[in-house]
């Protein structure tokens, strides 16, 4: 089913996103997880009132900043949406890959929440790494969150030494965009040899 395809995930605020930005533009056919969660979070926007209260939805559609609220700080909350959203968000991309995996080429499948949800039967895997205190530095500049949120929220996923641990193929990202872009044309090489 996903013969040709590498998962790309990594933690939260490793880069996952400028990697998918990068293959991308080679172009690599990437299907973005986060893009279809959020769609299929609005279709489901009337199941999420009844389990969460109607005060997460705003004009028809989901407040995401006020459902991350409470399912990053409450895991019992967090395991109620995810059993809601993620094999409809599965069966989206199924659908997706199934288009791809007809070109017999290698494409990017951008899923944040790989490990956790356990859930693909893909083999090929490349996590972007960057350290713990690298992340947390970053979701509070970019979210504007409090340091406690930043790591609600990393704690929310599994390790990423562990992810390190488990990955085909690891991009480090520490550093600068060049840095980034010459990591990714290692790993590029990399795949592209193992699919020829």
Known sequence: ???????????IATGKSSVAKL???????????DI??????DKEASCVAKMFGSKM???????????????FSDATQRKRLEALLHPLIYEQIKQEAAKLERKKRPYIVDIPLFFETNRYAISKVLVVYAPVSLQLKRIVLRDGS???????RIEAQIDIEEKVKKASYVIENRGT?????????????????DFE
């Not at 939805?57 to 399912?71: E, S």
């Open 57 to 71: 939805i705003n004009g028809g559609r989901v407040d995401r900043k006020a459902l991350g609220k409470v399912v």
């Open 23 to 33: 293959f991308k533009e080679d172009g690599f056919e990437v299907i973005d997880a």
């Open 177 to 193: 965009l060049e840095a980034l872009k010459e990591e990714y044309l290692r790993v590029k090489r990399e795949i592209l040899g």
């Open 36 to 41: 279809i969660a959020h769609e299929v979070l």
């Open 146 to 152: 409090s340091a406690t949120e930043a790591q609600k």
């Open 1 to 11: 089913m996903f013969d040709y395809a590498i998962a790309l995930t990594g933690g």
